[in-house]
């Protein structure tokens, strides 16, 4: 039945899955009451599969986190925004660990199986107070219904909650995967300020299921990019409590159809993530294809995604291709003029190196008024192709990030 | 003597080199009848060193520049801005050619012993009968005075003109340099748009010529950055016409004072383009000691130098410290924080990885609303160091790329 080979998107968000809750309060971190402490709970215990910044200024929570993923299960996911709760030294390292002994205690659940995030300002101290006083109401509020409350109490500049779910049937059975996201700065490849929580109720060894969770991620979360900076803070974390009835065991077609709805949900948060990237007016899908190998197209899509240049021509809605074509040249990899088509969307504005004239390009200036555009480079040069994902950068970036701590 | 051994700043730009002669001239490329044509002229042949854009796509003129530079000695420079003569195929070289074959015959020169530049816009075609119109008053308006006309006709959305010179003994000679320069967009190593062109009394043969301009460009032009983006014209250009009194022979003490005395000029110019960078409100120096080594020192001072979110708090004046910490964590490179002392100019604000405190930041926040700032990173890992200049990222720098060709 071709009907069941499709996915669908689900309400729902990070509880879309059975077996979930959560919740969110305000503990004070933040100022005005927002939402600032989040809980993501499993009703029994789960495999967890992670990846993890890699700026070598981890936060004092991912290297707990990594310790906890090395010995076991997981059952609940503490998350505050507001603070990072990096480059917080010892002190740091103390108020992480506090997290999540605390919520093991009222959950009556292993300290090792709570995963602890934060994410805000770097390098000030945790209020760990307003954290611990929180808690327990926190918990008593898990419910279904809180996964909107989650995913709103983990955002920090972001100007929209992030969450996304998706099912389909992956063999006899239906599989679902739910997921939160925060951005929306200092987003780039290996995972900058950014948070992403997944759920499924699919059931793989860890292996695995942190080999799906690299696939999916290398074809989402590492293929946008905002600013280029990374952060110390940047995690995903994947937790599945499937039954023996959801079990995937190798590595064939039903890991395949896993990847694949992996895939979809965390491009789905992926690209929230981008539109809502600090500033953006404008969400850019750069598609690369004939490049020498993927290899070669990821070097020349990530050179154009983050030319400042062709950033600011994007919001200035200026059809700057000599700007694209500075920012190939300037990727490192041989490109001939004579192979280069462009096109804005449906417009091909550039043939085998032409510049196709004013009246295309009238037409190219008019369709970059749209909010989401499409850039397509097409090379000569062989099979490799890349798809990329940026923002145009804005007065309101720079005004964003120039004020952000005042 | 002591006194002698010093470098002292004279005045006259390109044209303080006995035996230069320079103009500039309005040819209509630029609106507003302002100079976009400039010719730099030596009354003897010279030996000439040349640096070019690694962008891979070199403009036209460059094109022809390297060829030119295989070929003998140059007598004349022509330069025109407001259009950059770059991604325009065969009738771009066929121009470029043009330039050089019409300045020959005005003044009466060999063909290959003429560079060409051009700056400005990339893809669009150069108006060549407007510059070629042109060429006979400006190569009749040559004198010793028209280096500032020079150095006006070649900048672009620049806001000042930009020529230095500088003279010291070397050996029982007086060695003179003249330069000029224009910046300001895409400023980055491998020298993104950016001309400079440079005059000296010297005499050296070509390969020791070379090798001087390239231990001084590596030491000035390739240690700033703007915006991270390279173009695809830009070069260096250093003509020699020295007499036999000035000649240098080896790589001995005469040629490093020679090199010394060449990268205090480039340096000169560098900072200029630094200070006038796009929309630039603070020019920022930043100062690595102690790493590993020098390509450690230089991958974290580009980190930081680079990174948006430290670039817009430095305009937002704002002592953020954890973005600089942020970046150093993102440049690959391996650093402790307990090894971090981190100053903004003389004040102290992170000793030995610790933060001094609300009272030391404050002090920096006042020291913060300087134009001109120093950025010093102690580490404890080695002797490496690095010296790189950078700017803010304001609101203007996106304002001016937004709407640069409208």
């Known amino acids: 039945m071709q009907r069941d080979l499709k ?3 689900i309400d ?18 933040k100022k005005k ?15 967890v599969a992670g990846l993890f910044t890699k700026n070598s200024f981890c936060a004092a929570p991912l290297l707990l986190n990594k310790k906890h993923l090395k010995k076991g299960n997981g059952r609940a996911i503490i998350v505050n925004s507001g603070n990072a709760n990096a480059y917080t030294g010892k002190q740091g390292m103390a108020d992480a660990k506090a997290m999540a002994v605390e ?16 994410t805000g300002v770097i390098s000030e101290a945790l209020p760990i107070k307003k954290i611990l006083t929180a808690l327990p109401s926190l918990s008593s509020s898990l419910s279904k219904e809180g996964g909107k409350r989650a995913a709103e109490a983990i955002i920090t500049t ?24 925060k951005g929306s700065g200092m987003i780039h490849p290996n995972m900058a300020t950014m948070l992403a929580f997944l759920t499924s109720n699919v059931a793989m060894d860890k292996g695995l299921l942190q080999e799906a969770l690299s696939e999916a991620v290398d074809a989402s979360f590492h293929r946008i990019t905002i600013d280029g900076d990374t952060s110390t803070n940047d995690m ?10 959801y079990t995937i065991k190798t590595k064939g077609l039903l890991y395949r159809r896993f990847v694949a709805l992996l895939k979809i949900t965390c491009l789905s948060l992926a690209k929230m993530l981008v539109k809502d990237g600090e500033g953006a007016t404008k969400m850019v899908e750069i598609s690369i294809s004939g490049a020498k190998n993927d290899k070669s197209a990821d070097a020349i899509g990530f050179s154009i995604a983050k030319s400042l240049l062709v950033k600011t021509a994007f919001f200035g809605e200026d059809a700057n291709w000599g700007r694209i074509v500075a920012a190939i040249g300037n990727s490192g990899i041989k490109v001939s003029p004579s192979e280069i088509d462009l096109y804005f969307g449906p417009i091909q504005l550039v043939s085998k190196g032409v ?23 097409s090379l000569q040069s062989g099979l490799g192709k890349a798809l990329i994902w940026t923002t145009d950068l804005s007065l309101d970036y720079v005004k964003i990030n120039a004020l952000y701590r005042t």
Do not use: H, M
């Open 7 to 9: 996915f669908n998107q």
């Open 12 to 29: 729902g968000g990070i509880t879309a899955v059975d077996g979930f809750l959560a919740s969110g309060v305000a503990s004070g971190i």
């Open 33 to 47: 009451a927002q939402l600032d402490l989040a809980i993501i709970y499993a009703d029994k215990p789960c495999t």
């Open 103 to 118: 919520t093991a205690l009222i959950l009556n659940i292993p300290t090792e199986s709570v995963y602890v995030a934060s």
């Open 158 to 181: 972001d100007t929209f909650l992030k969450e996304t779910a998706f099912e389909g049937k992956i063999g006899q059975r239906t599989v679902r995967i739910g997921g939160i996201a």
């Open 236 to 245: 995903v974390l994947l937790f599945a409590n499937g039954e023996k009835k």
């Open 355 to 377: 510049y196709l004239g004013k009246a295309v390009e009238k037409e190219v200036t008019a369709y970059l008024k749209n909010k989401e555009l499409l850039l397509r480079l």
